[in-house]
């Protein structure tokens, strides 16, 4: 089925039906359909989808948004609360006029009702929604109080620490893990605090700081919500693109890649990379799954958790990434079928043609390794995938370091095929995962590809 749906196109379909929303979620850009697979095989199987770059868009029925909390795929989630076309002039003032006077933008109290209401039920938000404008002030003079305090208790401990040389720095690094408040730990009492950001693409005569401006105005003026930049409830997300703009009530307080890993490491890998990783290793019941460079034990840990019907092997050369991955397993995988050992990558404790799937993330040359060790490594180890993962056995690598990488493709021959290669992004680097089947052939009677090009198939569907 095709991913081809506008977001205009599901909108309208669900502003005419009360129970049906528009909720778009974020993906680590490369792995837009695994989350489409994701959706489709837990939630609706004939899910009508727009997809864009990192991006997915999809309507729900009312009785199934919990089910998108729990998807793994995914980042972050967001419930659309309004769409429509704009007509911009490129001159500056009069397109802030139309934006703040727009037919499209908070004019149909139904939609926006329906849609906080939704928003209030995912985020577990107890305060008030609609406050009265008494509530309001009394709310914003109280803020004002406690802000005073806050700046009071800060600069108290910045001169303890100019007198102690107090060290600060834990407390900075939990603050940066903080996106404003978390809607669950609010009070029946608290009157919703907001903010609105605002990202553009395309020509225009406005900036995104300024469409947020007129929009929180008007945000403001219907519902006597209270301005906090850092410690909001509700963060209201518009995406302007060329005229067409898309408000997003963000639902998730902290990313869902947050999960499973306690204990991190130097190339740690989000979570969500790891299940779609393994997605594309289609795992069956039964299945043994290894990660033979597990680092921090990220991959095997989402393995044993997404798929408890497999059975996990995972380790790693270095003892400290070995005593990570012990820690972490030991916070999330008690009582699942994993096991860790300390061992070399190109030369694993197997027998041959006994591991069902692969799945790892080898090393860069950048964050760890080196190109020059890759060019070696790369090869003694697929050759070693050859030898342990069985005849048609399926293998999920990801790596920086593509140029090695065929190269290493190229010396192991006619063992594997590659069925697809798809361009991701990890943590800022462009980088690639290569989907390969281990081939009938066998270790002993394999040959090395002398300048021929492996076919493989793009990460699209029809």
Known sequence: MSANESVSELFTESD???NIFTIGVTVDTGFEWEAIDEY??????????SKQRGRIYFNIDRDHLAKIQQMRSIDHIFIVADNGQLSLTNDKESDLLHIRNSDMFLKSDSRWKKTL????????????????????NAAKEQDLVVKAKMLEMRNKKKEEKDALDWDVSEMKEEKGKKRGSDPSKSDENDVLKYRVTCERSGKHAIESNEVARIIGE?????????????????????????????????????????????????????????????????????????DPMCGGGSIPIEATLAFPHTYILCGDNDSRAVDRTKLNMNVSTVGCKIDLVQWTAAKLPFKDSIVDIVVTD?????????????????????????????????????????CNFKDALMAAGDLFWVIKIIGVNVGGLPAAVYVLNRTQTSLDRFKPRVAKQHNYSTNKKN
């Open 362 to 402: 080898m090393p860069f040359g950048r964050r760890s390794g080196n190109k020059s060790y890759n060019k070696i490594f790369y090869k003694e180890f697929l050759l070693e995938l050859g030898r342990i993962v069985k005849l048609n056995g399926r293998i999920v690598l990801l790596t920086y370091d593509r």
């Open 117 to 136: 209401e939704a928003w209030k039920c995912m985020t577990a938000f107890k305060g008030k929604v609609y406050p009265t404008v008494e509530e309001y």
């Open 40 to 49: 489709r095989e837990k939630i609706d199987k004939e899910a009508r989808v």
């Open 218 to 290: 008007v945000v403001q003026d219907k519902f006597h919500w209270i301005v906090d930049l850092s410690m909001y409830h509700l963060e209201i997300v518009c995406k302007l693109i060329d005229d067409q703009l898309t408000t997003h009530l963000r639902v998730t307080h902290k990313s869902l890649h947050n999960r499973n890993i306690m204990h991190f490491g130097p190339t740690t890998l989000r979570s969500t990379i790891c299940y779609n990783l393994l997605k594309l290793a289609v795992p069956k019941p039964g299945d043994i799954i290894v």
């Open 16 to 18: 005419k039906n009360d």
